[in-house]
């Protein structure tokens, strides 16, 4: 007969275990905000500065819980470097076009990781002498919840542009190996992971709708209609290779030092979309993002006005993105 004051894990162990979900909480805690002015879509911006504060209150509930498992406070301890491996990878899409892989790492990698390594501890935990740590876990479970599926929300809809998808599973079964051979936040295995369609919605999903309504909400964008449909132009010659189509864009003045760059040959992208305006004078800048399975580029475009209409003053690659043969 098992007795009632045993426990599952001794009182070293749930220090070690205390120590490695702190490591995992802070550690995300200072990405989720490193992110935040790297990342131009309102929606993923909004969802990471509003869980930035869930995280932070994670790291510190587990170490304020560690003084009362005899071990020193507020210390976070990776379960290997395996793990710290993992963390840096999964840190390590730090450029503005890299928005979907930094929400597939966090919210379809390592939160329901989370989720489930916490659920599994629960289940497990003594509830007569263990009720800190109970209250601690049930609180997690709670918000990683939420978590997972405001970001599954938000994935969907910038998913839901093109040419994302294959991206995102790619670096999602990269970051999973790697947080396999780690052996998990706690180098002990991965418990099971409940798929994505089983997660409820809830609250956090309701947030996220939120979130992508605002970015949503009318064009922030201001450009003359003329110039509008220029810009979708050029956009749609760009994603369909159409050499000749962008080549008439351009201004006679400026064709002598304006071209495709080259590095653009061979790269295959299939949506296109306006990120930033500003205005110089009669003329604009339109910064335009396109993207593709395995590449993205943003192009600070230059227009003036013109007796045929807009062209092209100068195109420059602001920002480019290729992804390595796997």
């Not at 990120?275 to 396109?290: D, F, H, P, S, T």
Request: glycine letters at 8%; proline letters at 7%; aromatic letters at 6%.
């Amino acid at each position: 007969m098992t007795h009632s004051l045993e426990g599952h894990h001794s009182v070293e162990q749930s220090a070690r275990l205390i120590r490695n979900y702190r490591y995992a909480a802070e550690r995300m805690t200072r990405l989720l905000g490193g992110w935040l002015p790297l990342t131009p879509e309102v929606s993923a911006k909004l969802l990471m500065g509003r869980h930035v504060w869930d995280n932070a209150q994670h790291a510190d509930l587990f170490g304020r819980r560690l003084p009362e498992l005899r071990a020193p406070a507020q210390v976070s301890e990776p379960s290997g470097p395996a793990f710290v491996a993992f963390m840096e990878a999964l840190e390590s899409p730090e450029t503005p076009e890299l928005t979907v892989e930094r929400l597939v790492g966090v919210y379809r990698v390592l939160k329901p990781h989370l989720l489930a390594v916490y659920e599994q501890h629960l289940g497990a935990a003594n509830a007569v002498y263990e009720p800190p740590t109970c209250r601690i876990l049930a609180r997690c479970i709670e918000d990683e919840r939420r978590h997972v599926a405001a970001g599954e929300t938000v994935l969907g809809h910038l998913l839901a542009a093109g040419g994302l998808y294959d991206r995102a599973v790619a670096w999602q079964r990269r970051l999973e190996e790697l947080l396999a051979a780690a052996g998990g936040v706690t180098g002990e295995g991965l418990p099971p992971v409940a798929p994505r369609s089983t997660v409820p919605e809830g609250e956090g999903s309701g947030e996220a709708r939120e979130f992508i309504r605002l970015e949503t909400a009318g064009s922030p964008w201001a450009l003359p209609d003329d110039l509008r449909a220029a810009v979708q132009a050029f956009g749609d010659a760009l994603v369909n290779g159409e050499a000749g189509a962008l080549d008439r864009w351009i201004a006679p003045s400026a064709r002598s030092g304006q071209a495709m760059d080259p590095a653009l040959a061979g790269v295959r992208l299939s949506d296109h979309r306006v990120v930033a305006v500003a205005r110089l004078g009669a003329k604009r800048i339109v910064k335009l993002r396109a993207g593709g399975p395995s590449a993205s580029v943003t192009l600070a475009l230059r227009w003036m006005p013109d007796p045929d209409g807009w062209r092209l003053e100068s195109i420059e690659i602001a920002r480019a993105h290729v992804a390595s043969p796997a």
